[in-house]
């Protein structure tokens, strides 16, 4: 009988999944360091969102663990390094999440457009200030796109319905795949800042993306310009972003990340020109309940020998055959 610990909130469904086979479910809801630390030592797997640091401590108090499941996409809180040295697998479950989080990155730039957050506030708060909160749209204006993979693209395409041009810069993904989809693809992240009216970021932490929005990128920006982020908050310049748009080099920004989470203290919260939500981005019924379904049947039929999907260190598998 496998032993699964599942660290972090987990929807039903895909709890029904792990209870429906003969495993010892471990699945308190959200378990403490000290929890997890006392429990993992005889697990055959840890599942877990974004909540749990699974840390090399974590990985080496695991004596049986062979996988760990991250329910959702971004693995930044699982040490990799660690996990492949022990030669445990580490997967994910990157289509779950691509649709809710595609259309929360269009509802934030459509918000930063019309200042729908400011107006909610102000008719809240008993004013009626239509002159105050004039926007702009969407229509014939440039989309720049960092990173083209699953929610890149389907953001770009959305945006060409809205008669948006889309280019998009992503080194991984061939030109001719995007040119397909019908963006402009360049070479270099300069070329994309120069020309985006909108700047919308879908890229990896990896050490060359960690602060790739920082000052000197957002003075290659177009004066004006405004950026949107559902990613991840270490690929921002918090600090260079704040000082941009106090001093009107950037018209606005919609975030849904951040370097730190919760972001205490940081002064991009309650800033005039921005539009902030808490992580929200794959926070939807579907996307729960599909990531958690997907990433359930993974693990379980990772630990009966099938051949795992979705594998972020598969240099480990090398090993196992």
Known sequence: ???????????????????????????PGKMDRGSLLETIGDADALIVRSGTQVDREVIECGDALKIIGRAGVGVDNIDLAAATERGIIVMNAPSANTNA???????????????VPQGHASLAAGEWARKRYKGFELRGKTLGLVGAGRIGREVGVR????????????????????????????????????????????????????????GAAIAKMKD?????????????????????????????????VYAQEPPEGSPLIGHPNVVHTPHLAAS??????????????????????????????????????
């Open 224 to 256: 004006g310009a405004r950026l949107v982020n559902v990613a991840r908050g270490a690929l921002v310049d918090e600090a260079a972003l704040v000082a941009a748009l106090d001093e009107g080099k950037l018209a606005g920004a919609a975030l849904d």
């Open 1 to 27: 009988m496998f032993h699964i610990v599942v660290s972090d909130p987990l929807a039903e469904v895909g709890l029904a999944v792990l209870r429906a086979d003969d495993v010892r479910l471990t699945a």
């Open 284 to 321: 939807t019924a579907e996307a729960q309940s599909l990531v958690s379904t997907l990433i359930a049947e993974q693990v379980l039929n990772a630990l009966r020998g099938d051949q795992p999907r979705d594998v972020v260190n598969p240099e480990v598998l090398d090993r196992l055959t």
């Open 159 to 214: 945006a060409l319905a809205f008669g948006m041009r889309v280019v998009s810069y992503d080194p991984y993904v061939p030109a001719e795949t995007v040119r397909e989809l019908g963006f402009e693809p360049v070479e270099e992240l300069d070329d994309l800042l120069a020309v985006a009216d909108i700047v919308t970021l879908h890229a990896l932490v990896t050490p060359e993306t960690t602060g790739m929005i920082n």
């Open 101 to 115: 989080t595609t259309e929360h990155a269009l509802a934030l730039m459509l918000a930063l457009a019309r200042h």
